[in-house]
């Protein structure tokens, strides 16, 4: 048998499910390539998808996550705006810190030492 | 637009989900009604449903949870084991402080004097 461990899913919530872990993959890569198109495609999602998922975050969030540039190849680039950059610096800080505390946790009242 | 907030859940994980807030009600019940089928019933859950929840359970998790009595009304009462009642006792524990802790951590990086 497989040891337990702690498994959960954590999100911030506002009118729906507003940021998460996918959404905040998908700008990262968004940074990195300067392209939705190309983001989408690194995580197996349409682009389609994606730029829905991107304009339902920001109807959520109320405020803009990408800025599109219109032409050139996969129909122009995207890049983060300045407050998709700092919504972004803050969840990764939020989701690290989340992760190290369930895990402490987690120890606390299942480790093997109370086994 | 409503205030935005850290939404989540947490689960023990254990060969596929082993434990969590579904089945720690449901053992709560029964020990509150001394019944599965009274637990169940409360929570809007056919009994079928409640006893195939906690069979998987007690599989993933490698030990009995409730002690079943024949005959009798309802098919006979349920009780929670010593080792069911232990894991409720943690269980409660840990549920407590995640949520402390991801509140705590929502409002260092998303608290109303972030935005």
């Known amino acids: 048998m497989n040891p337990m461990k702690i498994a959960y899913k954590v999100w911030l919530h506002?009118?729906?499910?507003a940021f998460g872990d996918g959404p905040y993959e998908l700008l990262r890569r968004v940074e990195k390539t300067k392209s939705l198109?190309?983001?989408?495609?690194?995580?197996?999602?349409s682009y389609s998808k994606a730029w829905r998922l991107i304009r339902t975050v920001e109807q959520r969030l109320g405020f803009v996550l990408l800025e599109?540039?219109?032409?050139?190849?996969?129909?122009?680039?995207?890049?983060?705006?300045?407050?998709?950059?700092?919504l972004m610096k803050r969840y990764g800080l939020f989701q690290k810190e989340v992760k190290s505390s369930l895990q402490r946790i987690y120890r606390t009242y299942f480790g093997s030492k109370n086994k």
């Open 14 to 17: 506002q009118d729906g499910k």
């Open 37 to 45: 198109h190309r983001a989408a495609s690194q995580m197996g999602m």
């Open 68 to 86: 599109r540039k219109v032409g050139g190849h996969f129909g122009g680039g995207s890049r983060v705006t300045p407050e998709g950059k700092e």
